[in-house]
Nanobody, 117 residues
Framework: QLQASGGGLVQAGGSLRLSCAAS????????MGWFRQAPGKEREFVAH????????YYSDSVKDRVTISRDKANNMVYLQLNSLKPEDTAVYYC????????????WGPGTLVTVSS
């Protein structure tokens, strides 16, 4: 199971840290990702991190403002959002896939981030 939390209302320029609690299995050789879906738009990839080595990858649209990290001991994945803009308003989802899979296999309920101007 994946459970995201940490969303809320923040002013433009502010920061939020989203958390994802991962449970139900070991995530060795898995990739943990964050996606977001803005109102009226398709879901888009934000960032991912490999569970084993912590290798990260970011969408070009956020890479200068976002940091993904994981805490292996506590099975947590984090997404630090900085310099937030109104266009970052979206429901943010935590997801996971095995490194051999092409599609994300597990999704959690999202957490809403609202950025006011």
């Amino acid at each position: 199971q994946l459970q995201a939390s940490g969303g809320g209302l923040v002013q433009a320029g502010g920061s939020l840290r989203l958390s994802c609690a991962a449970s139900g299995r070991t995530f060795t050789n898995w990739i943990m990702g964050w996606f977001r879906q803005a109102p009226g738009k398709e879901r888009e990839f934000v960032a991912h991190i490999t569970w084993n080595l912590g290798t990260t990858y970011y969408s070009d649209s956020v890479k200068d403002r976002v940091t993904i990290s994981r805490d292996k001991a506590n099975n947590m994945v984090y997404l630090q959002l900085n310099s937030l803009k109104p266009e970052d308003t979206a429901v943010y989802y935590c997801a996971a896939r095995s490194s051999a899979a092409r599609e994300y296999q597990r999704w959690g309920p999202g957490t809403l981030v609202t950025v006011s101007s």
